[in-house]
């Protein structure tokens, strides 16, 4: 996906957690980096990024007004802070990121803030206590930024008892869990950062496969996007748990039988998501020899 602007998280792997650990909501919105500097002479600077690092016009307006209801209680020097950008009214992420990219101002925004950096390589839970002390003081009684809620489990035990007595609903992308050692890495991901999403699957017939190539546009000798079969409709489909060595062999078979293709079925994984005609980040899962 490039340079991120943010932590990234890894999927959901229970023995790799560290306690004590946080659990939280995970939003099906956009995420927004909000950093407000404030150097020695008392001028400020504000940006507010995208995870793929654009700045949008649309939120300008909602960020100016953070800066400025937080200035007095944030220490002098760069202050980030990352949320979930919801709509109060608008839903799906595909709604919510297509109207943050109109770059239009829009008052129906609303801010889940769930991390928070000062610049120093703090632990999640210390971050977590400094953005919690930032709302308390400055941000209590506000309807468009919000705070996350975190629940801590003490250990392993706590944790999956939580996950198997509370179901993911229905209008829930899923959950993030935090290890509170998690250490501030942008574009990178942890162990101490993972998400657990509602993956529903659908099996397609593969009817193309694409050569991958490299960020030069260097042809790669393997395959790269696989095309499917949706209800009559072509999608894209990324290649998934496909390995290396597989992704070779596939294109080795496609250049070899394209004329006569025998259109195999696979088995794809998704995030749901009603807003889409076709299927949101489908990737390929595994093949499925008894449904050809």
């Known amino acids: 996906m490039g340079d991120a602007t943010i932590p990234l998280s890894k999927g959901f792997n229970i023995d790799k957690v560290s306690f004590p650990s946080f659990i939280s909501e995970k939003y099906d919105g956009m995420p927004i980096k909000v950093t407000m500097d404030r150097d020695d002479k008392g001028e400020d600077s504000l940006s507010y990024l995208s995870r793929q690092g654009t700045q949008n016009v649309s939120v300008k307006e909602d960020a100016m007004s953070l800066s400025r209801i937080t200035r007095d209680f944030r220490e002098q020097g760069e202050t980030v802070m990352l949320a979930e950008v919801t709509h109060k009214s608008i ?34 839970y210390i971050r977590q206590q400094q953005l919690e002390d930032l709302f308390y003081f400055a941000l209590s009684d506000s309807q468009k930024f919000r705070l996350v809620k975190q629940i801590k489990h003490e250990n392993k035990a706590a944790l999956q008892k939580y996950l198997d007595e509370t179901p993911i609903r229905l209008d829930q992308e899923g959950w993030v869990i935090r290890s509170h050692n998690d250490i501030w890495a942008e574009n990178s991901r942890s162990w101490g950062y993972q998400k657990i999403v509602v993956t529903p699957s659908e099996d397609l017939k593969l009817i193309q496969v694409d050569e991958a190539e490299s960020a030069d546009g260097v042809p790669l000798n393997m395959a790269g996007k696989l095309w499917a079969d949706y209800n009559g409709n072509k999608i894209g489909v990324g290649p998934g748990k496909l390995t290396h060595p597989e992704r070779k062999e596939l294109w080795k078979l496609w250049l070899a039988t394209k004329d006569n293709w025998h259109k195999p079925m696979m088995e794809v994984t998704y995030k749901k998501d009603d807003t889409y005609t076709a299927l949101r980040e489908a990737r390929f899962t595994c093949w499925r020899p008894d449904k050809d």
């Open 91 to 124: 839903k799906g992420f595909k709604n919510i990121s297509g109207t943050i990219r109109r770059q239009e101002h829009n008052s129906g925004f609303i801010w889940n803030f769930f991390d928070f950096y000062q610049g120093d390589p703090d632990a999640f």
